[in-house]
């Protein structure tokens, strides 16, 4: 059967709300339109949509609970290899930009030495880790499975985006701008929050964790000119995680990851508080850069400053090299 009769009989069995038939048939119509800019004939439903379609109706039947840390799930339903495979048409990898891949030996090294590594990196789509993994699995294809994405309440609560999730190793955290929606749930967010950091100092003393985080709380937006940046850092973010490392007591090498995927999922225009986003793919090359290893005592020798301030000029270096990282990749995109 083909995806729109099965999300009609599905609908029709109310299975799926109203928002959720049409956030559905707006992704099935771009997805093969994104094909086709690809240059691949569509003649029917392709199999992967269906699947994706059959895994959602799986959640909302007999909905998956995630734990504070969250690993990829692989069988019985693949959810991983599923996140690759719907992805993977999409990206133009001809004309996609991938630099600093020089900086993955060393961090594979690192790592294997059961040393902790963490990208300090902005985000742009709802698909960044299957696109971090597809750009780097030629060469360091564990660095990608294995990765751990510290992410927000989004990706689990929503029964769309759950089949993409399920299949990545995730810490998931309430972000700030959700935390008071709804205000009855506050504390019960703070006390989730309290665990995942608790379950990531202890993950982290026992060494050789790769840690992707963005400090900015989200993904990065248009700004009224329609230009997508990398969207500020967050400086208690960073404190946080240089603070967790140092008490993990394992050696942590930081380093800043810039991505341009914003084209492949743009995110709504501005940050939602209800579930359930509009979801348009398109056909596009996408980029990614590494820089070198990141100086985590940047700013600690200016003695005209104060411990904050210090802190502060800290997180603008980050954020800094993250910029750099994103520039160099425009200056490559065709």
């Given at each position: 059967m083909e995806f729109l009769e099965k999300l009609a009989q599905y609908e029709k069995e109310l299975v799926f709300t109203p928002r959720q038939g049409q956030i559905l048939r707006q992704f099935y119509h771009s997805y093969i339109e994104a094909l086709k800019d690809k240059g691949t004939p569509v003649t029917q439903s392709p199999p992967i949509t269906l699947q994706f379609l059959e895994l959602i109706v799986k959640q909302i039947r007999t909905p998956y609970h995630f734990?504070?840390?969250?690993?990829?799930?692989?069988?019985?339903?693949?959810?991983?290899?599923?996140?690759?495979?719907?992805?993977r048409p999409l990206i133009d990898f001809k004309h996609s930009i991938c630099l600093g891949t020089e900086h993955l030996a060393l961090i594979d090294l690192q790592?294997?030495?059961?040393?902790?590594?963490?990208?300090f990196a902005n985000h742009q789509t709802e698909p960044d880790p299957q696109a971090i993994n597809l750009l780097i699995e030629k060469h360091y294809p564990e660095i990608g499975a294995?990765?751990?994405?510290?992410?927000?309440?989004?990706?689990?609560?929503?029964?769309?985006?759950?089949p993409f999730s399920k299949g990545r190793n995730m810490l998931c955290i309430y972000s700030r701008k959700h935390m008071d929606y709804p205000p009855e749930k506050k504390m019960e967010k703070q006390q989730h929050n309290r665990r995942a950091l608790q379950e990531l100092v202890r993950r982290l003393s026992n060494g050789g964790q790769c840690v992707y985080v963005a400090p900015s709380g989200g993904r990065d937006r248009p700004d009224a000119q329609g230009t997508v940046n990398p969207a500020p850092f967050d400086r208690d973010a960073i404190d946080l995680f240089a603070l967790m490392a140092k008490d993990s007591g394992i050696p942590t090498h930081f380093y800043p990851l810039s991505l341009l995927t914003h084209h492949l999922l743009p995110p709504p225009p501005v940050v939602e508080n209800e579930i359930g986003e509009d979801r348009e793919f398109h056909y596009t090359p996408i980029g990614l850069h590494i820089g070198a290893e990141?100086?985590?005592?940047?700013?600690?020798?200016?003695?005209?400053?104060?411990?904050?301030?210090?802190?502060?000029?800290?997180?603008?270096?980050?954020?800094?090299?993250?910029?750099?990282?994103?520039?160099?990749?425009l200056d490559k995109m065709p």
């Open positions: 734990q504070v840390c969250h690993k990829r799930v692989t069988k019985p339903d693949d959810y991983f290899t599923f996140g690759l495979d719907i992805i790592l294997k030495q059961k040393h902790n590594c963490i990208f294995e990765m751990l994405f510290v992410a927000g309440d989004r990706v689990i609560s929503d029964p769309i985006a759950v990141l100086d985590m005592t940047y700013g600690s020798d200016r003695t005209d400053l104060d411990k904050k301030g210090q802190r502060q000029l800290r997180c603008e270096y980050i954020y800094g090299q993250v910029c750099q990282g994103y520039q160099r990749i």
